[in-house]
């Protein structure tokens, strides 16, 4: 096990020998397990335990355990404990969520203040046997059947290529020492209900269902990655990336004969779950919004907008004279310069005498009034203009204007203002250019 051990952390972690590593360890077989194999190969590894309080004395034996043993072998070691439960009531989450949460979050903080480069884990094959089968017991797509990942971030697992029965064997060949924690024997989570009852029966079935299962695991993750190729390929053709939001072709989309995949695949990490709401939205009338906890899609006409939800930004800046750039909800860049080249969107040159300063920068409001360049001193309710420009609701939410005192030099991004345009008469001339 541990030639297979170390041949894993060169094919998969080359560099490991070099970096420091933090281990994850309960106490329990598995981690104790990883130790001993890391202790065996040589490469540099501190340990971190967490007493979570659940079990009362078995916790605080627990935590005992692992300090003792890294005091026999002079091994950095960092604990910390947590009242679990009332984290969990607090923030109305379950006690394994809590439970994760806490610890990954005390991980990550020994990682940046004591200079490790990667936490290990002691999750291994049956481990991902027993996510695969929750997520398929609970309706999934392809990523919640790749089983655990090898790497997340600064997060290693490299046990992940062997069994339960392997590590049992290589705990008792070595006689390494473990804690034993009661609540495993029971069926109180369903983690444990598939590992008693039903991965025994898929190893009756077929002896070498471990094999076959990784094999599988391999084959999903390879689909996998066809998937996200295929989708990113799609994207590039029927998405537009704007600044503060992005706008999916509906008549584009629909010629695909899997439009629906797509938009899982490009939504899902988004948090939207309404499957059946967003495949309706591409036929629902203009103004219906579906929303995630942090996104919201937006049907405009032939469009999906995909935006953050708006905040209610009411924020303005203050741009002084000699300002080059400003870095704000929006970035903007100033400059003097002596010819001007033509007008854009994204680019307007005005007149700086005609400025007073400070500059503002932002939200529209009801009532603002323009005078649109091209227009002839005609104003303009700004509010009109959107309505005619058909923009978006979002789109609308996401505008900052540029004022000079109470008057409107430039929407940006979307029209400038015909009173601060230069002419043959301007001496400085400034150039605004929309990043």
């Not at 002596?338 to 009532?367: A, M, Q």
Request: hydrophobic share 35%; charged share 25%.
């Amino acid at each position: 096990m541990h030639s297979k051990f170390h041949n894993t952390l060169l094919e998969h972690f080359p560099e490991i020998k070099t970096k420091k590593i933090l281990l994850a360890v309960s106490g329990g077989i598995d981690s104790m397990v990883l130790v001993d194999l890391f202790r065996r190969s040589e490469i540099s590894f501190g340990i971190a335990h967490c007493n979570f309080k659940l079990r009362n004395e078995q916790s605080d034996l627990d935590q005992k355990f692992v300090e003792k043993y890294c005091d026999s072998f002079n091994i950095p070691f960092f604990t910390t404990s947590f009242d679990t439960q009332a984290f969990s009531k607090d923030f109305k989450l379950s006690t394994q969520i809590a439970a994760r949460k806490l610890r990954y979050e005390y991980f990550y903080e020994i990682l940046e203040s004591q200079k490790y480069d990667f936490v290990a884990t002691a999750h291994h094959l049956d481990d991902s046997i027993e996510t695969f089968l929750i997520n398929l017991s609970r309706g999934t797509g392809i990523d919640g059947l790749t089983g655990i990942p090898l790497q997340n971030e600064k997060t290693i697992r490299p046990l992940l290529c062997f069994d339960r029965n392997e590590i049992l064997n290589y705990a008792n060949e070595n006689n390494i020492n473990w804690r034993e924690d009661a609540s495993n024997a029971t069926d109180y989570y369903i983690r444990n209900k598939i590992r008693h009852h039903l991965t025994p029966i898929l190893r009756e079935i077929n002896p070498s269902f471990s094999n076959s299962f990784q094999q599988t695991l391999e084959n999903l993750q390879q689909a996998k990655s066809l998937v996200y190729d295929a989708s990113r390929i799609v994207y590039k053709k029927v998405v537009e990336d704007e600044l503060d939001y992005k706008k999916i072709n509906i008549t584009e989309l629909k010629q695909l004969p899997n439009f629906k995949a797509y938009l899982y695949q490009w939504l899902h990490p988004l948090g939207f779950t309404a499957w059946e709401d967003i495949n309706n939205l591409a036929e629902a009338e203009t103004g219906k919004q579906i929303f995630s906890e942090n996104y919201q899609l937006l049907k405009n006409r032939n469009f999906l907008i995909i935006a953050p939800k708006s905040k209610g930004i009411d924020s303005e800046l203050r741009i002084n004279r000699g300002t080059s750039e400003v870095n704000f909800h929006i970035k903007l860049l100033f400059c003097k310069i002596t010819k001007p080249f033509y007008s854009t969107n994204t680019t307007i040159f005005v007149d700086d005498e005609k400025l007073n300063y400070p500059l503002t920068l932002r939200r529209w409001k009801s009532g603002d009034v323009f005078q649109p360049l091209g227009m002839n001193g005609k104003s303009k309710k700004v509010s009109k203009l959107f309505k005619d420009d058909k923009l978006s609701r979002i789109e609308k939410e996401n505008a900052w204007l540029l004022c000079s005192g109470t008057e409107i030099v430039w929407i940006v991004g979307i029209r400038a203002d015909e009173r601060f345009k230069i002419n043959n008469a301007t001496n400085n001339i400034l150039q605004i250019d929309l990043i």
